[in-house]
């Protein structure tokens, strides 16, 4: 364990924050708790009138805390589509506080939220902010023309669409480049859930593919048609099928249902919003054709599950 493995992680949520990204980065650490780290703690605070980007009603998260605990030393900033740091926020004013020897990161907006707050000052970081209009905390950071960029302690990412890429390239800091593989692994090989066919994915995907499934996490609420993914990321539909049957055992529509309904899972069991909420939030045209695509994956209805204890 290279960068020191945590016992608690916190999440804050900036406005305007994508639920997409949201649910990348946990499922990374969902992953990390079923395979390393049972016993890891994840706590995600909010001002109770945020709302995402891509969910118009509040997510239902703890208060913003009037200071950040000294146990918690790994925080992810999870932002949205480019939106500036408003400075009068509490967030603002609780990141100024921020300790400089915690571990940051930042999911798109939110590295401005970290910059704007001085946690990447003389750390080279990504970010999307206007190149029109000066902002003086932008001249204390080395700006990274990637997608994802790690230095030292801090971890910043350009896009909603790298927010599990992020993800991991925290998990290799703070364990191990192999149990990121590890994971990247086992995120990407799971597969439909009415497959019983055993599948391992390679390790070795196209980049195009990675890119397509980063499209996918990205857009839950409004998805993709396969078409408009091939487009995005410069392939024909021929060939991303061919790719999803080779490297998946599926297709791009069904491994695109199985991320909405794994997304839809996890807000049943750790949200209360209601399931016809859960239905628009994760690209369904109506409760009843939620009920039914959850119900054939899983084998029980969305109501059946909340009901059940979680594991």
């Known amino acids: 364990m290279r960068g ?14 994508s639920v997409g990204s949201l649910g990348a980065l946990l499922d990374v650490l969902r992953a990390l708790q079923e395979i390393e780290s049972p016993d890891l703690r994840l706590r995600v605070c ?4 945020t709302t995402a980007d891509d969910w118009p009603l509040p997510w239902p998260t703890d208060p913003l805390p009037e200071q950040l605990p000294d146990r918690i030393q790994h925080w992810f900033v999870v932002g949205g589509p ?30 401005l939220w970290l910059a704007a707050a001085g946690l990447l000052d003389g750390h080279e970081a990504t970010l999307n902010a206007p190149e029109d209009e000066y902002l003086p905390w932008l001249s204390r950071v ?33 364990y191990s480049a192999a149990l990121a593989n590890q994971l990247d692994s086992y995120l990407l090989a799971e597969r439909t859930p009415t497959d019983n066919t055993p599948f391992v994915a390679s390790r070795h995907l196209p980049d195009n593919l990675r890119e397509a499934n980063s499209l996918m996490h990205s857009n839950i609420q409004e998805p993709l048609s396969a078409d408009e993914v091939a487009t995005l990321v410069g392939v024909s539909r021929r060939q991303l099928e061919r790719w999803y049957k080779e490297y998946f055992n599926s297709s791009p529509a069904r491994y695109y249902l199985q991320i909405r309904l794994e997304q839809a899972r996890h807000m049943l069991l750790h949200t209360h919003l209601s399931i016809a909420e859960i239905a628009v939030a994760t690209g369904f045209s109506s409760p009843a054709h939620f009920a039914t695509c959850y119900r054939k994956a899983f084998g029980l209805s969305p109501s059946a599950a909340r009901q059940r204890p979680v594991q």
Do not use: K
Request: aromatic letters at 8%; proline letters at 6%; hydrophobic letters at 35%.
């Open 4 to 17: 020191g493995a945590p016992d608690e992680i916190g999440l804050l949520l900036a406005p305007g924050f």
């Open 46 to 49: 909010a001002r109770p009138d």
């Open 82 to 111: 480019s939106r500036l740091p408003d400075t009068q926020h509490p967030l603002y004013q609780l990141l100024s506080q921020g300790s400089r020897f915690a571990c940051w990161s930042g999911i798109a907006s939110g590295s």
């Open 142 to 174: 080395r700006r990274s023309a990637r997608v994802v960029c790690a230095d030292r302690d801090r971890f910043t990412c350009l896009s909603n669409s790298a927010a599990r890429d992020l993800g991991l390239a925290w998990v290799t800091h703070c």
